[in-house]
């Protein structure tokens, strides 16, 4: 390594003997070596339902709690009617009861009863969504709701039985703005005393970001009411049931190669029966079931398995689905730090059978058991699933391990095709890690999840992490990562920097080094409980942090082979560094430099095994005179990348800006 670097310095300082200027330090790229083969999908993305991520998220749906199953077991006022008000309009009087004796499916198993005494001028419901409902002017929105006429009697303190069960119960849905102006309705009738979705769309008159959703009736009696949505029809490639529009192309403009889902600390959950169960998430939406998630707020599933899947095919991504490996959090509810707690074994035939089933869902044929779920859903074509996550950051106890294995083996045997991605702590280092990768390594899993969230300079000084790794071995997903500046609340220029640097550290060694995802993607202004984030957002705005810009450089910069690139003159604890990769697809020569100083570096560049003449460059630049630079929400980016085109020949100088990540393009 030593003597070929030597010889590439030698050479490079002869190609370069004329030059302008004897700049230190300098940097030689070998462009006629062979390189070596690394991973084209490096840069994807982690999605975990924390921060309202999926429901007040990415999820397009604007109405809070639909199927009215929010309990205290989330925040302890929460109930049923969360999100929802009791509207009497013009001398109506009413009631909102909770039935659970009818349920639209058992999974959903509550809905509400609206008893009308007086109708006046319309009794019901209101809801304003998460925060607020933003609608705009002349876009459309899917109002759907389940209902059927409910017999509102004396232990309801009603007016008595609707006898009459031919007369329909006239009904209105209606985007009301903050002023009660009307901006969209429709008159609907609810008949019958089977559950009956109805729907129709609302079109507003004017834009409004903080509208209300409002469901009223006119008669005097009772209708009972499940599912109560309103959906944008302006969804991410227009997609029904789809994501945010906004904040969906946000991510796809990351170009991220995979995505894991959907965690984290959620898939394992708050307890031994408490894991994200992706069956609870696929289906007709009404037989989905509601639940309380770790992150102590409901999640709908109506973001669930068919939509990411489906999400990651529109960007171009893997999915990377991971399972609970039969054990819950080590630190959730109410266990005491290393409270893990396993599934009964006994439970865990079922549970590894659930796993297989996942498989054959995504990759099963039409007519097979679970495929014919996924074809049912207007997916006949194989999802093609490669990976799948089997533990998040576990303790590595006695119980993980036995449970692990059970359902890594019975994976290996009736799936051998996919690809297990083991996981070893929540740390860089320490006993979870040692003892994740020992398994890992014992049990032959092809690859391992690593975690870290730590200091910026901590980049700095484990740049060469991975250059020691085995290569025989298991790969490594670096699946969650993050530099957490000592005030862990900003996501600054420092901290965007020290991962750039951690991620040519990655793409150096990006034959051991698979994914690398950082972690986490989304955070709700307002509903954040974990900083910092990538993307934060509101109703109506996404706020790209200068970390997502990182992020972003790298996952539209992707290459295949790395080239020998060699950095020489830098002072010792200098915060320079940098990657060079080939993309076979192009054919560009991607370099990559981070300087961390506060101080501008000019380095040589040479192009060694060059042909002559000039070649293109674009170069985009993402640079600060501060490193305590942030971007905030709703001001012009304070940090932004540049991009500029010139030529240059074998040996050119550049000025690398402080606090930089530089693109260099070449072709
Ligand atoms: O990314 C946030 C959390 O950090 C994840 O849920 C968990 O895996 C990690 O501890």
Redesign the pocket.
């Known amino acids: 390594m030593k003597t070929s670097s030597a010889v590439l310095l030698f050479t490079t300082a002869l190609l370069c003997a004329g030059a302008a200027a004897v700049a230190s330090p300098s940097l030689q790229i070998d462009l006629a070596a062979p390189g070596k083969a690394i991973s084209r999908d490096l840069v994807g993305v ?1 999605f ?1 339902d ?1 921060n309202y991520a999926a429901d007040g998220g990415l999820y397009a749906e604007l109405i809070q709690n639909r199927s009215f199953e929010y309990t205290a077991s989330a925040q302890a006022d929460w109930g049923p009617f969360t999100g929802w008000k009791l509207v009497q309009n013009g001398g109506g009087v009413g009631q909102l009861g909770l039935g659970d004796y009818r349920p639209l499916h058992p999974n959903n198993p509550h809905y509400l009863m609206l008893n009308v005494l007086t109708a006046g001028e319309g009794v019901g419901v209101a809801n304003s969504g998460f925060d607020q409902i933003p609608v705009k002017q002349g876009a459309a929105y899917e109002v759907t709701f389940w209902a059927y006429q409910a017999f509102m009697g004396a232990k309801w303190g009603g007016p008595g039985p609707r006898i009459d069960q031919a007369t329909p119960m006239p009904v209105t849905v209606r985007l009301e703005g903050r002023d009660g102006r009307v901006l969209a309705q429709a008159r609907l009738e609810i008949a019958g005393r089977a559950w009956t979705k109805h729907t129709v769309t609302l079109t507003p008159s004017a834009s409004e970001p903080e509208a209300r959703f409002v469901l009223l009736a006119h008669e005097a009696g009772g209708v009972a009411l499940d599912m109560v949505s309103l959906f944008p029809k302006d969804t991410f490639k227009g997609r029904a049931n789809g994501l945010r529009r906004d904040l969906a192309q946000a991510i796809a403009d990351l170009q991220p190669k995979f995505m894991r889902f959907p ?4 898939v394992h959950g708050s307890g031994p029966r408490d894991f994200y169960n992706w069956k609870d998430s696929v289906g007709p939406l009404e037989q989905r079931r509601d639940k309380r998630n770790l992150w102590g707020y409901y999640q709908t599933h109506g973001l669930g398995y068919f939509e990411f899947f489906q999400f990651c095919e529109d960007i171009g991504a893997k999915p990377l689905p991971v399972v609970s490996a039969g054990v819950c959090c080590q630190h959730a509810g109410d266990s005491p730090g290393r409270g893990q707690e396993g599934l009964p074994l006994d439970e865990m035939p079922a549970y590894i059978q659930d796993i297989l089933d996942l498989v054959e869902w995504a990759n099963g044929p039409a007519d097979s058991k679970w495929g014919a779920v996924r074809a049912a859903a207007g997916h006949p074509e194989l999802f093609g699933l490669k990976y799948l996550g089997v533990g ?2 576990d303790a590595i106890t006695p119980a993980f391990r036995e449970r692990f294995k059970m359902i890594f083996d019975a994976l290996k045997a009736k799936h051998p095709e996919i690809v297990v991605v083991g996981t070893s702590g ?1 740390f860089h280092s320490g006993e979870d890690f040692d003892n994740g990768w020992a398994l890992v390594r014992e049990l032959g899993v092809p690859m391992d999840d690593e ?1 870290y ?1 730590v200091p910026p300079q901590w980049f700095w000084d484990n740049l060469s992490r991975y250059d020691s790794y085995g290569r025989a071995g298991a790969q490594v997903y670096v699946g ?1 990562y993050a530099a957490h500046d000592q005030d862990k609340k900003r996501s600054t220029l420092r901290t965007a920097l020290a991962e750039a640097a951690g991620l040519t550290g990655f793409e150096r060694n990006g034959d051991v080094v698979r994914f690398a995802s950082y ?2 993607l989304l955070a709700r202004r307002g509903h954040t409980q ?1 900083h910092p984030d990538l993307i934060y957002f509101d109703a109506t705005s996404v706020y790209p942090t200068i970390n997502y810009h990182v992020q972003r450089l790298f996952g539209c910069n992707a290459g295949d082979t790395a080239l020998p690139a060699a950095l020489s003159g830098t002072a010792p604890g200098q915060r320079l560094t940098c990657s060079a990769v080939r993309d076979s697809v192009s054919g560009d020569v991607i370099v990559k430099v981070v300087n961390g100083e506060d101080r501008a570096c000019t380095i040589a560049v040479a192009l060694a095994g060059a042909p002559a003449g000039q070649r293109r460059l674009v170069a985009t630049v993402l640079a600060g005179a501060d490193a305590d630079l942030v971007n905030e929400d709703g001001q012009p980016p304070a940090v932004q990348p540049v991009t500029e085109e010139s030529a240059v020949g074998a040996c050119f100088e550049r000025v690398f800006p402080a606090n930089s990540l530089t693109i260099l393009r070449l072709r």
Do not use: K
């Open positions: 982690f975990e924390l965690g984290g600390c959620l998040n950051e929540p975690h969230y969650e972690a986490p974990w």
